[in-house]
């Protein structure tokens, strides 16, 4: 019995407690084994999280997508392969981070003919719960194979037919439809860095292309933010897009910002800002003369929804100024225009002198770089007179005498402060 009390007061390393309870060597096993048996939620709530903080972030998705539900452990993954991570972007929400970046990283890197489809597809099931917004910059087309030599014999039908083949892009439909809860998405039809292989067929949003996704959109029934970009969308495919997006029950806002769409196109989005609830629609950077414009103000007298009308960088000029002008003397819910860049001069400020007077819906007016001169900028003044809404009139290089800017600026100043004041009062006026 000495020797073996000399023993232990020598092995300053053993303890009675090195053996761990036999409830973590259970938990340690499930954590172990958990690819094979998943058995998380049979556990008490303190035991499961206990598993979860052992579980390793590179398990198949097939077993920690639906039964993982703590947010530690997408934190994890989240962390562990993507360097800038903001959850507020996500609402809060490490695993809806997760499957939307994750989604989209596949979306991105999709070549068509080259990747399995099974790899967005087997992943639907997965994600369908979490997947709420889907943001894709880029869309890569089909490879191109070299069929010079091999096509000698070919006529220039089958040739055209054959570069044709090699533009269409990802279906969307299966993807869209197998997504229940997706409320907003943005796409943008191109390659992001292309390099020395730039060639004009990478950025072709093809006629296919759009009836997918025409198709896929109007089944997306909880849509509500759509953002189609950069994607050298010309009249004929906008005329479709907005022919299945007219009476969608949820679409809000709708982005075709930096585009090719013209009086026709402009003519097809006038009927569906009259036949939807959409709220705001961006056109900034098409080519949109007087006719669409004029086509989108007779939309304006006929919606009770649109707040916001982006057409920044078009060609509208005074006839498409003048009739947006006079649509607003009847609208009563448009809060914000952007009409920068579009060439207009003083017979658009008149009309919109008559809109100040009388309108009190309009919140933001812009009319950067325009020629609205000096006769422009009086007229604009003269119709701020009375008016107590609009906390925001942009005029910069709008060519208008600096005194006028000045005042207008005071006057527009006073409503903005106004507004502020009365919202710092409100919550004292509500009943306790």
């Known amino acids: 019995s000495f020797y073996t009390r000399r023993c232990i007061t ?35 709530p303190e035991h499961q999280k206990k598993v979860v903080d052992r579980l390793s972030t590179s398990l198949p998705l097939t077993v920690t997508a639906n039964i993982v539900s703590h947010e530690d452990y997408w934190k994890r993954c989240c962390m562990e392969r993507w360097q800038v991570c903001d959850v507020s972007n996500y609402g809060d929400s490490w695993k809806r981070m997760f499957f939307e970046r994750h989604l989209e990283n596949i979306l991105k890197l999709f070549i068509p003919n080259t990747t399995d489809p099974e790899q967005v597809l087997e992943l639907i099931p997965l994600c369908k719960g979490y997947v709420r917004k889907l943001e894709i910059n880029q869309f890569l087309p089909p490879l191109r194979v070299d069929q010079k030599e091999e096509s000698n014999d070919l006529s220039d039908t089958e040739d055209a037919e054959l570069e044709e083949v090699y533009m269409h892009h990802y279906d969307l439909r299966d993807l869209l439809i197998g997504l229940p809860n997706l409320e907003e998405l943005h796409l943008t039809y191109g390659v992001k860095s292309c390099g020395m292989n730039f060639e004009w067929s990478l950025f072709n949003f093809t006629e296919l292309d759009c009836s997918y996704l025409a198709t896929a959109v109007k089944l997306c029934r909880n849509l509500k933010v759509f953002k189609l970009t950069q994607s050298k969308v010309d009249d004929d495919k906008i005329k479709l897009l907005a022919r299945n997006l007219q009476n969608h029950p949820c679409l809000l806002e709708l982005d075709l910002s930096h585009n090719l769409i013209r009086d026709h196109g402009a003519q097809a989005l006038g009927k569906l800002i009259s036949h939807s609830k959409l709220e705001t629609l961006n056109l900034c950077n098409n080519q949109i003369c007087h006719l669409g414009a004029q086509a989108l103000a007779q939309g304006l007298t006929e919606s009770s929804t649109l707040t916001s009308l982006n057409l920044r960088l078009n060609f509208v000029e005074d006839k498409g100024g003048e009739a947006i002008g006079r649509a607003l003397l009847t609208n009563t819910s448009l809060k914000s225009l952007h009409l920068g860049s579009n060439n207009l001069s ?43 809404t609009l906390t925001e009139l942009d005029l910069r290089h709008a060519e208008v005498e600096q005194e006028t800017d000045f005042l207008i600026h005071e006057i527009v100043w006073a409503n903005r402060e106004a507004v502020r004041m009365a919202s710092l009062q409100q919550p004292t006026t509500e009943p306790l």
């Open 10 to 44: 020598e092995d300053l390393s053993w303890s009675l407690v090195t053996v761990p309870p036999l409830t973590d060597l259970c938990l340690q096993h499930i954590a172990h084994n958990f690819e094979k048996n998943p058995i998380l939620n049979y556990l008490l």
């Open 346 to 388: 003083e017979p658009t400020a008149a009309v919109f002198s008559q809109v100040l007077a009388q309108n009190t819906t309009l919140t933001s007016i812009s009319f950067s770089c325009n020629h609205l001169g000096l006769d422009g900028g009086k007229q604009l003044l003269e119709g701020l007179a009375n008016n107590k």
